[in-house]
């Protein structure tokens, strides 16, 4: 639902006189669709939202009435845009450009909001303080700008739907081209509770194994669009192109680089103020990036994210799946590719149309992990020429007992991911998939405030010695095609033993080979444990492996196991050692070969089923066993026949 300050005409009406110099005039009301100005200090009542811009467009244009002009520096501004707008300033909660209801265009713009805000009075939910806001029937074009933020929770762009009296969304379409946007943020004030709720949210939950005060944009609200076309963004930590509670919103990014910067964040500002629950220290893993993620794929089914020839550059993930799709491919010289706008209407179905000059693929580059899975249902389209470079594990896809689904008809399960893989190149740290459980689930929320995270993670010591046998009647389904694809599949969901939750739901894991499709690793129902990062790379320099020896799995428990981190290791979050189980739990892999797929078996695997189709086949290697459904294979090359 909607809540927005419905606004009159009369309410819009302009002023000849903009303000006088050091006068600065507001507007305060909701304009977006969060209900909550998040800052829990307002003096403002209803929830209302302080909006102070420099130029503040309406339904009717410049609205002289909200507009501070005299920081513009005298640009003309007029009704349908700005060219050359020139603002440096240190005011907290600032907008250098609101606009609502209006198209408008700005070019040639350098905006460079240098506070030192530290999270309160501002919040990144609501456009306020972001250099460039936009809300409801707006189409706003951004070019050959360079736009630069610091402070916390201060951003160069943000777009949100508002509603009409009917409460109809109002969407925003902004495209972004051929700019730069630079997000530093900063360090938060040091009462701030880690937590989820947009209301007051400065920092990222930490459950999310990720830290930081920054993202360089946000999209948001009903169906919403923004195109990102040949630019080059970049955020200090925490995300670069976000999106949060949307509904149906398109995100389209065509030959734009994405970077998290501040990869040693002990040099970096602190992230909390001392005294906080934070306490600054370098996330080992960041070694070329920043913590956090390249976007977040949420919004549901209508939703939908398209990465063509762009450079992803992260410390974390290069997407966060909540309930989203996300679509990655090439740019191909001379052909002209229509990005779709999320307006709903199938005769305005495509807004923007680009042409490539050279052929340029998608690589993502990522210091810890390719992809994170967790919550709602996701899809995933990974196609050729994309390239995914991660440090650790490819795919890491987490089940916990929020996810839980009833039960849809005797049994059957419903679909939480859907990934199909066709003709990527691939690297990873020796785990091409691993599925664990949910740490959002495994940690906790606090009693006394849902919203707020239990700050320590703590687990059994051990790995587990038996498999979960409940299922959260969710299935992951992962096809790869087109490609020789290395690296192993570890199903260990079910299997965390923390304080919170005694044993998680699993979930199954199908895993499909199709025509020219090559696979070399090992596939195992697993238990697991998380690991310190001496653990980690006790782990990848072993391959990736799991142990099959229970004996030695708990001399290496002993040694590397992570029983108890804090917050302040936010990083050691999904990362995770396995021992080989049975292949009688929830926990399942089934694995199905078609066309002329090669599953090479390289290390011990236990899985349910296998299906061998057509002219695929299964080649196992000597010295290794691979079961399937209780049933040992030893060494030799398997068939249909």
Aim: aromatic fraction near 8%.
């Amino acid at each position: 639902m909607l809540f927005a300050l419905l606004l009159s005409a009369g309410a819009f009406a302009s002023s000849e006189e903009p303000a006088a110099e050091g006068e600065l005039v507001s507007y305060e009301g909701q304009l977006g669709h969060l209900e909550s100005s998040g800052d829990e200090h307002s003096e403002l009542s209803d929830d209302d939202v302080i909006y102070t811009a420099a130029i503040f467009v309406d339904g009717d244009g410049v609205n002289g009435d909200y507009s501070n002009l005299f920081l513009c520096g005298g640009t003309e501004v007029t009704d349908d845009g700005v060219d050359g707008l020139a603002i440096t300033d240190s005011t907290v909660g600032l907008n250098a450009v609101l606009v609502t209801n209006h198209d408008y265009t700005i070019t040639n713009a350098e905006i460079i909001l240098n506070t030192e805000s530290d999270g309160l009075g501002i919040n990144d939910f609501t456009g306020r303080g972001t250099a460039i806001a936009v809300f409801g029937d707006s189409n706003v074009v951004i070019s050959d700008s360079y736009i630069e933020t610091c402070g916390v929770g201060v951003m160069p762009v943000f777009a949100d739907s508002s509603a009409d009296e009917e409460g109809n969304a109002l969407s925003p379409v902004v495209t972004i081209e051929r700019s730069t946007l630079i997000s530093h943020g900063g360090t938060v004030y040091a009462d701030y509770a880690n937590q989820f709720g947009a209301d007051l949210m400065v920092a990222p939950p930490w459950v999310l194994g990720i830290m930081g005060t920054s993202r360089c944009t946000n999209l948001e609200g009903e169906y919403a669009t923004m195109n990102v076309v040949d630019c080059d963004v970049s955020a200090g930590a925490w995300a670069v192109l976000s999106t949060d509670m949307p509904t149906g919103v398109y995100l389209n990014v065509v030959n734009t680089t994405l970077s998290l910067l501040n990869a040693d964040e002990s040099a970096a500002a602190a992230i909390q103020e001392e005294g906080g629950q934070i306490e600054t220290k370098d996330n080992p893993y960041t070694v070329n990036y920043g913590t956090g993620y390249g976007t977040y794929a949420n919004g549901g089914e209508e939703a939908w994210t398209t990465f063509l020839g762009c450079e992803i550059n992260v410390g974390t993930y290069a997407v966060i799946f909540t309930g989203g799709n996300q679509v990655f491919g090439s740019l191909t010289p001379g052909e002209e590719i229509e990005l779709p706008a999320a307006t709903g209407n199938e005769e305005d179905s495509y807004f923007y149309t680009y042409t490539g000059d050279e052929v340029k693929n998608t690589v993502i580059n990522s210091d810890t992990f390719g992809f994170m899975f967790h919550e709602q249902v996701n899809t995933a389209a990974i196609n050729a020429g994309t390239e995914i470079h991660s440090g650790y594990a490819t795919f890491l896809v987490k089940s916990g007992k929020a996810g839980v689904v009833e039960d849809p008809s005797e049994g059957s399960k419903s679909v939480a991911s859907d990934v199909v893989v066709d003709g990527a190149v691939i690297t990873n740290g020796g785990v091409l998939i691993q599925v664990m459980d949910d740490d959002d689930s495994s940690t906790g929320q606090e009693e006394e405030n849902f919203k707020h995270f239990v700050t320590v993670h703590t687990e059994q010591a051990g790995f587990a010695d038996v498999n979960s046998t409940v299922s959260d009647l969710r299935e992951q389904n992962f096809t790869f095609t087109n490609g020789d694809y290395t690296g192993n599949i570890y199903n260990s969901s079910g299997s965390d033993r923390s304080e919170n939750d005694p044993y998680d739901v699993a979930t199954t894991l199908n895993i499909t080979l199709g025509e020219n499709a090559t696979l070399i690793g090992a596939a195992a129902a697993t238990t697991a444990i998380h690991v310190t990062y001496e653990g980690s790379l006790a782990v990848k320099e072993n391959g990736g492996l799991a142990f099959e020896d229970a004996d030695e799995a708990a001399e290496f428990a002993a040694a590397y196991q992570n029983t108890e981190f804090t917050i302040s290791e936010y990083y050691d979050i999904g990362q995770v050692a396995n021992l080989i189980g049975t292949s009688d739990g929830a926990n399942d892999i089934n694995v199905t070969l078609t066309d002329n797929a090669v599953w090479y078996v390289t290390a011990a695997s236990v899985i349910d089923t296998l299906t061998i189709a057509d002219d695929a086949s299964v080649v196992v290697a000597e010295g290794v066993t691979l079961t399937v459904g209780g049933q040992i294979y030893e060494a030799g090359t398997y068939t249909a026949d």
